[in-house]
């Protein structure tokens, strides 16, 4: 027990050390568990030959993983993507296990393990890829959905590489794996499995049904076990109940031979419209984070430093030469499918690596005499390092690649022809609804945008929109600043945003700005630039989600506006408050003085609401009067 309590000790406390280094360092989660694993392992010598088991442990956060983002897709949307899910994935797997296997066979490779070698690195990981792409935001992109439907095709493609892999066996390796293993060998048979000794038409009578036991269990037996479960009003056993769900059907794939991440992933596609979705996510989500970090740390404290400096060069080269060609064959397929910019290198740098499968694949080979010993550690040392690299792919890209796609590398900025009353800077989904209330009601406008593609998409709809960077004092200058009524600040990037505000405020203490503000302290910045007005990009939406609220809670929608109104008037009272303790260079939370006053206002707000006080009694009548009609507020 002592044993099991240090180890448990040990991993914990390397994850809870380096993940947020890693995080605030900007190096993302991946890397701060494999590096803690180098650390505990490798360096340290802290956790040893138990790391292997493990990792066969902790591979079952790939099961839940998948089985969360089958929850987030709906059959319509799966069917959606079949065109990316067998052509790209399908080609992905096929290109590479050619190309790959052809070249180890030209290294003198037998034809059989240069197959399985293919076969091996023509997958990537599911585990790291998936956790990168949802941890910056970019799994609904593009790139990102592509990678999913290849990752989702390769763990298709895993069940019928099984079957494979022991017709590739050669006698010579098997021979030699039984002289060094002998009797205990047999123990692989033990295992448990509903298909053994069936002949062919039974294998795949068996896994049908157990597919369709999935599928229809998952829409018809879910929903009542479930609400049986929920009315006794126990969190930890519907947990439990979630738990078991997602080991069954793992449970269930395994003995029929195919692969338990796809079995629960099909179960989350079938649950995707259940109404207990959102609770089966918060339920699973904690172990499925927990296991996959584990799984990090035993990929980076499995890592043979000894073995990879005495074959360092070898290593090396083969993993570099790996990366090189799977990206390759990625980048070509990404230019066949029609992805563009930063999807495109997205694609071809976040599947460039082998997979956590692949571990799993070569250890079958392994015990099916298909590769060498030998060819078998060197292998195993190349999808880890390619692993190990996957997270400094991502940051190349994010820090490196992404800003250069965005400012739209070679076009020419737009010579700008017109000028009008309003500039628009930006023509996101902010700044186009400005612009057509502006046009509406017979405003002159000249917009600009950074963004190629946005330019674009607008001009398609007959929306004349300007190529270039409104930051740029002589654009500005261009468009009309000296003449110009009005400037709508409406980009997303804050720091261009008040390059813009500052340039205006300086040139034209009289025009009249508008900027958009991400959120309250981005409001004192774009004060203290110079702006007028700051428009929170979600504090509408969220008032108005308020006042929904209150209605469906049964309060009349005059008295719900009226409530509404009188919250926006008293939250610009609380700004106008906290703005002279803003310190740009102190973060709110950490700013005793804001977080007291903050606290005094916040109390003082709820008392207005209810017309308790006599500085704010009746502010929800003087917020529903017009705006002409209203007393004078100065005072607060």
Same mark, same amino acid.
């Given at each position: 027990?002592?044993?099991?309590?240090?180890?448990?000790?040990?991993?914990?406390?390397?994850?809870?050390?380096?993940?947020?280094?890693?995080?605030?360092?900007?190096?993302?989660?991946?890397?701060?568990?494999?590096?803690?694993?180098?650390?505990?392992?490798?360096?340290?010598?802290?956790?040893?030959?138990?790391?292997?088991?493990?990792?066969?442990?902790?591979?079952?956060?790939?099961?839940?993983?998948?089985?969360?983002?089958?929850?987030?897709?709906?059959?319509?949307?799966?069917?959606?993507?079949?065109?990316?899910?067998?052509? /790209?994935?399908?080609?992905?797997? %096929? !290109?590479?296990?050619?190309?790959?296997? =052809?070249? #180890?066979? &030209? +290294?003198? $490779?037998?034809?059989?393990?240069?197959?399985?070698?293919?076969?091996?690195?023509?997958?990537?990981?599911?585990?790291?890829?998936?956790?990168?792409?949802?941890?910056?935001?970019?799994?609904?992109?593009?790139?990102?959905?592509?990678?999913?439907?290849?990752?989702?095709?390769?763990?298709?493609?895993?069940?019928?590489?099984?079957?494979?892999?022991?017709?590739?066996?050669?006698?010579?390796?098997?021979?030699?794996?039984?002289?060094?293993?002998?009797?205990?060998?047999?123990?692989?048979?033990?295992?448990?499995?509903?298909?053994?000794?069936?002949?062919?038409?039974?294998?795949?009578?068996?896994?049908?049904?157990?597919?369709?036991?999935?599928?229809?269990?998952?829409?018809?037996?879910?929903?009542? /076990?479930?609400?049986?479960?929920? %009315? !006794?009003?126990?969190?930890?056993?519907? =947990?439990? #109940?979630? &738990? +078991?769900? $997602?080991?069954?059907?793992?449970?269930?794939?395994?003995?029929?031979?195919?692969?338990?991440?796809?079995?629960?992933?099909?179960?989350?596609?079938?649950?995707?419209?259940?109404?207990?979705?959102?609770?089966?996510?918060?339920?699973?989500?904690?172990?499925?984070?927990?296991?996959?970090?584990?799984?990090?740390?035993?990929?980076?404290?499995?890592?043979?430093?000894?073995?990879?400096?005495?074959?360092?060069?070898?290593?090396?080269?083969?993993?570099?030469?790996?990366?090189?060609?799977?990206?390759?064959?990625?980048?070509?397929?990404?230019?066949?499918?029609?992805?563009?910019?930063?999807?495109?290198?997205?694609?071809?740098?976040?599947?460039?690596?082998?997979?956590?499968?692949?571990?799993?694949? /070569?250890?079958?080979?392994?015990?099916?005499?298909?590769?060498?010993?030998?060819?078998?550690?060197?292998? &195993? +040392?190349? $999808?880890?390092?390619?692993?190990?690299?996957?997270?400094?792919?991502?940051?190349?890209?994010?820090?490196?690649?992404?800003?250069?796609?965005?400012?739209?590398?070679?076009?020419?900025?737009?010579?700008?022809?017109?000028?009008?009353?309003?500039?628009?800077?930006?023509?996101?989904?902010?700044?186009?609804?400005?612009?057509?209330?502006?046009?509406?009601?017979?405003?002159?406008?000249?917009?600009?945008?950074?963004?190629?593609?946005?330019?674009?998409?607008?001009?398609?709809?007959?929306?004349?929109?300007?190529?270039?960077?409104?930051?740029?004092?002589?654009?500005?200058?261009?468009?009309?600043?000296?003449?110009?009524?009005?400037?709508?600040?409406?980009?997303?990037?804050?720091?261009?945003?008040?390059?813009?505000?500052?340039?205006?405020?300086?040139?034209?203490?009289?025009?009249?700005?508008?900027?958009?503000?991400?959120?309250?302290?981005?409001?004192?910045?774009?004060?203290?630039?110079?702006?007028?007005?700051?428009?929170?990009?979600?504090?509408?939406?969220?008032?108005?989600?308020?006042?929904?609220?209150?209605?469906?809670?049964?309060?009349?929608?005059?008295?719900?506006?009226?409530?509404?109104?009188?919250?926006?008037?008293?939250?610009?009272?609380?700004?106008?408050?906290?703005?002279?303790?803003?310190?740009?260079?102190?973060?709110?939370?950490?700013?005793?003085?804001?977080?007291?006053?903050?606290?005094?206002?916040?109390?003082?707000?709820?008392?207005?609401?209810?017309?308790?006080?006599?500085?704010?009694?009746?502010?929800?009548?003087?917020?529903?009067?017009?705006?002409?009609?209203?007393p004078d507020d100065s005072e607060q």
């Open positions: 027990m002592t044993g099991l309590l240090f180890q448990g000790f040990i991993y914990l406390c390397a994850a809870v050390i380096a993940v947020p280094i890693a995080k605030r360092l900007g190096l993302g989660s991946v890397l701060g568990y494999l590096i803690a694993g180098i650390v505990i392992g490798p360096i340290t010598g802290l956790v040893g030959s138990e790391t292997q088991d493990i990792q066969h442990f902790a591979e079952f956060g790939v099961v839940m993983m998948l089985f969360l983002v089958g929850l987030e897709l709906e059959p319509r949307a799966l069917w959606d993507m079949r065109n990316r899910l067998l052509g /790209l994935g399908g080609l992905q797997v %096929g !290109a590479t296990t050619l190309i790959i296997g =052809t070249i #180890a066979y &030209l +290294l003198g $490779v037998p034809w059989q393990s240069a197959i399985a070698v293919g076969l091996v690195f023509a997958l990537s990981s599911t585990a790291i890829v998936l956790q990168t792409l949802n941890e910056k935001g970019l799994m609904k992109s593009d790139g990102g959905q592509s990678s999913f439907s290849v990752l989702l095709f390769q763990d298709i493609a895993v069940i019928p590489m099984l079957a494979l892999i022991p017709l590739l066996a050669i006698q010579e390796y098997l021979d030699h794996l039984h002289d060094d293993h002998g009797a205990s060998s047999g123990g692989h048979g033990a295992e448990m499995s509903l298909v053994e000794g069936l002949a062919g038409w039974q294998v795949a009578g068996v896994t049908v049904l157990a597919i369709v036991a999935v599928v229809v269990g998952g829409h018809y037996l879910s929903r009542p /076990l479930f609400r049986f479960i929920a %009315g !006794a009003k126990l969190r930890e056993v519907f =947990t439990a #109940a979630a &738990l +078991l769900l $997602v080991v069954g059907i793992a449970l269930l794939m395994t003995l029929v031979g195919l692969s338990p991440a796809l079995g629960t992933f099909l179960a989350g596609v079938v649950l995707a419209n259940s109404e207990f979705r959102h609770e089966l996510e918060s339920d699973i989500d904690p172990f499925k984070g927990l296991l996959l970090g584990l799984f990090f740390i035993t990929v980076g404290a499995g890592i043979n430093f000894g073995y990879l400096f005495d074959q360092f060069a070898i290593v090396v080269g083969l993993t570099v030469g790996l990366m090189s060609i799977k990206a390759l064959v990625l980048y070509c397929l990404a230019i066949i499918f029609k992805l563009k910019g930063a999807d495109k290198w997205l694609f071809t740098l976040g599947l460039a690596q082998a997979g956590e499968f692949g571990f799993v694949l /070569l250890s079958f080979t392994l015990q099916n005499g298909v590769i060498s010993n030998e060819l078998s550690q060197l292998l &195993l +040392l190349v $999808v880890a390092l390619s692993m190990l690299l996957t997270p400094a792919l991502f940051i190349a890209y994010e820090r490196l690649l992404l800003p250069k796609l965005t400012n739209e590398q070679q076009r020419k900025e737009d010579e700008i022809t017109e000028q009008g009353t309003v500039i628009i800077a930006g023509t996101g989904r902010f700044g186009q609804i400005v612009n057509r209330m502006l046009l509406g009601n017979g405003f002159k406008t000249v917009v600009l945008d950074l963004s190629a593609e946005a330019v674009d998409r607008v001009g398609r709809f007959g929306v004349k929109t300007f190529f270039g960077d409104a930051s740029r004092p002589d654009l500005l200058h261009a468009a009309g600043l000296h003449e110009a009524k009005m400037i709508v600040v409406a980009i997303d990037d804050e720091a261009r945003a008040l390059e813009i505000v500052r340039h205006a405020r300086q040139v034209r203490p009289d025009i009249h700005i508008v900027a958009r503000a991400r959120d309250r302290n981005s409001v004192y910045d774009m004060y203290y630039a110079g702006a007028n007005d700051m428009i929170r990009e979600t504090f509408d939406s969220s008032v108005r989600a308020g006042r929904s609220a209150l209605e469906g809670l049964g309060i009349h929608p005059y008295e719900a506006e009226k409530i509404a109104s009188a919250f926006v008037e008293l939250d610009l009272w609380g700004i106008r408050q906290l703005a002279e303790l803003h310190n740009p260079d102190i973060p709110p939370h950490e700013n005793d003085e804001y977080i007291k006053k903050a606290i005094e206002v916040r109390d003082e707000m709820d008392r207005a609401m209810v017309g308790s006080t006599d500085g704010h009694k009746g502010a929800v009548d003087r917020a529903w009067m017009p705006p002409g009609h209203r």
